[in-house]
């Protein structure tokens, strides 16, 4: 069987901090900005980590990456939607936001790869 850890970004520092650690840092820093700018931050790092991810799935066959890379992606709709209004998530809709995504992604990552190991 081959070794997929070569390839996995995740299994290398580098590759770790600029898919996914300089984004979340990103959206950390965004926090006290005005809405406009934090949306355009948090989408841009979804974005970008969710692509990060589904390229990972198929560099290495990761087992989350292929349940984490779409979520991150569909987390940019609530993120839009909260931003223009058409989400009512209160005056605490960032929290939440930022709550669902780190809990969806712990919970995509431990999850699946209990249940089907961590290379496919």
């Known amino acids: 069987m081959a070794d ?13 901090l600029l898919a ?16 406009g700018p934090k949306t355009a931050i948090w989408v ?18 990761r087992v989350h990456c292929r349940y984490t ?3 991150l992606l569909a987390m ?6 909260y931003e223009a ?3 009512p998530l209160g005056d ?3 929290r ?5 995504i780190g809990f969806g992604v712990t919970g995509n990552w431990w999850l699946s790869e209990r249940m089907l190991g961590r290379y496919r």
């Open 96 to 100: 939440w936001l930022g709550l669902t």
């Open 44 to 61: 841009a790092a979804l974005t970008w980590m969710g692509i990060a991810c589904l390229r990972n799935a198929h560099r290495c066959g």
């Open 20 to 35: 996914w650690w300089l984004p979340i840092g990103a959206m950390l820093l965004a926090i006290p900005l005005a809405d």
């Open 85 to 87: 209004g058409v989400l």
């Open 76 to 81: 940019t709709l609530p993120v839009l939607a």
């Open 4 to 16: 997929h850890s070569n390839h996995d970004w995740l299994g290398t520092r580098r590759g770790s």
């Open 92 to 94: 605490d809709g960032w």
């Open 69 to 71: 890379g779409p979520f």
